[in-house]
């Protein structure tokens, strides 16, 4: 009960951060593509616009992507995080990455990855409450390892 006190501002810096860390992700050349709500209102159809302005307040903190490679570079990334843990988990303050297809997803046939998109390129990320410039040092670094 303590933490509902505090989980709207967590949550409003979470989004805020994550919009910070998908517009570095746009941006860089070893970034394929970007899964991320706020890109809705910028690429979307009007039917996904349509669903996004009924059914959110907010873009949120979650953001996937897929890197230019395959599993090789998804796991070079992953283990050159220095900040951003490795965990399934999600929701947390602290920001976390993980490997869906090896991950989270483990378990979902090929046939139902592919219609998903869970690729051994694809990363997760849940944005927490650091300091976004720290956040996207981070995945920086992580990416040009």
Do not use: C, W
Not at 103 to 125: F, G, Q, W
């Amino acid at each position: 009960m303590r933490s509902l006190e505090t989980l709207k501002v967590r949550m409003e810096q979470q989004a805020k951060n994550a919009k910070k860390v998908a517009e570095f992700l746009e941006t860089h050349p070893k970034v394929e593509r970007i899964y991320y709500l706020g890109n809705i209102e910028k690429n979307g159809s009007e039917k996904e616009k349509q669903i996004l302005k009924k059914q959110f307040s907010s873009h949120g903190a979650m953001i996937s992507f897929d890197i230019k490679g395959g599993g090789k570079e998804a796991f070079r990334f992953l283990d050159n995080l220095k900040l951003i843990k490795l965990a399934v988990s999600l929701g947390g303050t602290e920001s976390l990455a993980e490997h869906p297809q090896t991950m989270t997803h483990a378990d979902v046939s090929p046939e139902d990855k592919e219609m998903m998109n869970i690729t051994e390129k694809l990363i997760r990320l849940s944005i927490g409450v650091e300091n976004y410039e720290d956040l996207i040092a981070d995945v920086k670094q992580a990416l040009e390892a």
